[in-house]
């Protein structure tokens, strides 16, 4: 029997580079292509408006069956929208701010090449925190991630919160260029499935899948078949093996179908 699949998309060094539109040619091939074979999926991290600009604006309901953004706090499904939870009603406020405090006071101390703005953005189901903030060219943008390997900004920022706030059952994951994610324990991107139901095998295609990136741990989980990637042409090239292998596959179910007389 033929199973049902669906294929579920990062979005930032997935489908899109960092923050940027998707390229006219990687849309051209999801919807021409894969959605022949596969139902689609996208999941973020960022919130709707972020998602919405890059994938082409409100029709992204009509070409993606599920949208998850903020890791699926915020979901639709066939242009619907499904229910949702917010981080404070999980954390309280009094924590939240002294969590927040915390984190512009450490970025205020933060010697850095430049700064811009917009340090903390709030959000349903998370907080991001950018320590040289999200005003930042594209240029800048790279800068800044260059001089993050080298120096470990973001690695250092978040040993400090886990060392501040011990009790807090929060998960902090680095994404992107510029900035990481704090989320409820448990609210990372595997919380988008629970939303995905009647599938035989959910693909999930990502770029940030090692141990600390904020695709691991819906990569590595049990309910998806994981596919790392390294940019959008990198997923164009892992789609193309994977519909191969599913025609593969199927060719080879139809000829173990034992002839019926008539």
């Not at 923050?19 to 849309?27: D, F, L, N, Y």
Request: charged share 25%; hydrophobic share 35%.
């Amino acid at each position: 029997m033929t199973k049902k699949m669906i294929c579920l998309f990062d979005v930032d060094g997935t489908l899109t580079d960092a923050r940027q539109p998707i390229k006219p040619s990687v849309e051209k091939f999801l919807l021409e292509t894969v959605k022949k074979q596969f139902d689609l999926a996208v999941v973020g991290g960022s919130d709707l408006n972020k998602i919405t600009e890059q994938l082409g604006g409100k029709s992204v309901f009509e070409k993606y069956k599920y949208v998850f953004a903020e890791n699926g706090l915020i979901a639709f499904e066939s242009g619907k929208q499904l229910s949702t939870e917010t981080i404070q009603s999980v954390v309280g406020e009094e924590a939240l701010q002294d969590f927040i405090n915390f984190c512009l006071k450490y970025i205020s101390e933060l010697h850095l090449p430049f700064k811009r703005g917009t340090f903390i953005e709030f959000r349903s189901g998370m907080i991001n925190v950018s320590p040289v903030g999200r005003n930042c060219t594209k240029d800048e943008r790279v800068q800044f991630y260059e001089y993050d390997l080298e120096h470990q900004i973001r690695q250092k920022f978040i040993q400090a919160l886990k060392k501040e706030f011990p009790d807090l059952a929060l998960t902090y994951s680095i994404g992107g260029q510029i900035s990481f994610d704090v989320f409820p324990n448990g609210w990372d991107k595997t919380y988008c499935l629970r939303h995905i139901r009647g599938y035989d095998e959910i693909h999930f295609f990502g770029d940030k899948t090692t141990e600390g990136g904020n695709d691991y741990e819906i990569y590595e989980s049990d309910l998806t078949v994981g596919h790392r990637v390294t940019c959008p042409e990198d997923t164009i090239n892992q789609l193309n093996i994977l519909m191969a292998l599913i025609k593969e596959r199927r060719e080879r179910e139809q000829l173990q179908v034992p002839m019926q007389c008539a």
